[in-house]
Every structure is written in C-alpha cells, then in structure tokens.
Antibody, heavy 123, light 106 residues
C-alpha cells in the first residue's frame, strides 16, 4: 500500500524558513517523480513543484520559484521542500504527491497523495 | 496553460446524471486528469489521460475529450459522490488545476 506522510508544518513568521519532509513507503520511491501541491484555506489546489526520479530535473510554480527548493533522498525514500522567504500567501496545507511517471515531462497523472501538512505564515 | 471548469458549483440529487466541463487555454492533447476531494481529505485520482478510469474507481465515473475541451460525467450520482472535483493538465509544467466544481445535495 502506498503511503505518503508529510511532516514539518508549523506556524512561522513572515520572512522565515521551513523544511517539509515526506516519508514514502509501499512503492519503489527511486523510480517515480514526486510533487508538492498546496491548498490555501477554503481555496483550490495549486501545484507547487516537481522533481524527477533521480532528482536531476526540477520544476516550480512561478509563485515559489527562487524561494522554494524541492529535493529528495532516494536512500531514505524521503521528499523535501525547503521554503524560504515565506509570505502570508504561502499559508496552506502542503500535500506530498506521487507521480505516475519518472519525470513530470512524461505527462502522467499524480496518482497518490499524502494527507497534508499545514503551514501557517503569520506574525 | 489556464484550466477553466464549469460550473463552479452545482446542486444535484441521488441518481442524477452530472456533467462537469473543463477547458484548457491551449491544446493539451489527452493530458487531462480528474480528481475528487472531500472536506479535510487528500484528493483522489479518478480519471487519467482524459478517459482512463483509475483502478478501484466506480464505473459510474467517466471522462471524455481531447485538445481543449473535456468532460467528467457521473452517470448516477451516489451519496458518496458529493465532493469537489478538479481537473488538472499534465501536458506541461506548471501543472495547472481548474478552480474546482463543488457538487452539493439538492
């Protein structure tokens, strides 16, 4: 059974930094691309970032480019999102999500999601 | 690529046929996926590649379309189908979502 468990979500001040983690199990982590998708309170889904299976290809939404960094540790089956220069509009539940392919350029769907980790940016 | 869903919300009864549409701002071939999300829960993949049913998803869900216009159809609405539905393009990054369609009980 595929399991994705996010951690690291907390209350942080504007301008602060935070690192989210996602522990994966139930599939061969090193052969699939991974994604972060967020959802602001009461709002829709927003794709944030993706990383290829080997970590050599990354993509970002314009809203986070230059502030967020996605990475992965295949030896530990763990996905990360380093979030810097946080703003109030980054407040959201952040979902870790498994891709159906090894790179998002293959066009596969996101097929499994974690339960999410709440990040609140406020003073 | 902008994804526009319609309607934003709808009211329906058990047994109704429900159709949700999704339009892309440019051709995305068949790289269109549909997700269902219930309050406080993670999204769930229903349909991928415009018309392929994800394993374990009831056959009352179906998808169609290609290019810029797509539809999600629920042939006979069940109580567990009241939720918000999102389309998403996987043609090219950024992988944009539609704004969502909330299906409520009439």
């Amino acid at each position: 059974e595929v399991q994705l468990v996010e951690s690291g979500g907390v209350l942080v001040q504007p301008g602060g930094s935070l690192r989210l983690s996602c522990a994966a199990s139930g599939f061969t982590f090193s052969t699939y691309a991974m994604n972060w998708v967020r959802q602001a309170p009461g709002k829709g889904l927003e794709w944030v970032s993706s990383i290829s299976d080997r970590g050599n290809s990354t993509h970002y939404a314009a809203s986070v480019k230059g502030r967020f960094t996605i990475s992965r540790d295949n030896s530990r089956s763990t996905l990360f999102l380093q979030m810097n220069s946080l703003r109030a509009d980054d407040t959201a539940v952040y979902f870790c999500a498994k891709d159906g392919g090894n790179d998002i350029l293959t066009g596969d769907a996101i097929d499994y999601w974690g339960q999410g980790s709440l990040v609140t940016v406020s003073s | 690529i902008q994804m526009t869903q319609s309607p934003s919300s709808l009211s329906a009864s058990i047994g109704d046929r429900v159709i949700i549409t999704c339009r892309a701002s440019q051709s995305i071939s068949s790289y269109l996926n549909w997700y269902q999300q219930k309050p406080g829960k993670a999204p769930k993949l229903l349909i991928y590649a415009a018309s392929s049913l994800q394993g374990g998803v009831p056959a009352r869900f179906s998808g169609s379309g290609s290019g810029t216009d797509f539809t999600l159809t629920i042939s006979s609405l069940q109580s567990e189908d009241f939720a918000t539905y999102y389309c998403q393009q996987s043609y090219s990054p950024p992988r944009t979502f539609g704004q969502g369609t909330k299906v409520e009980m009439k």
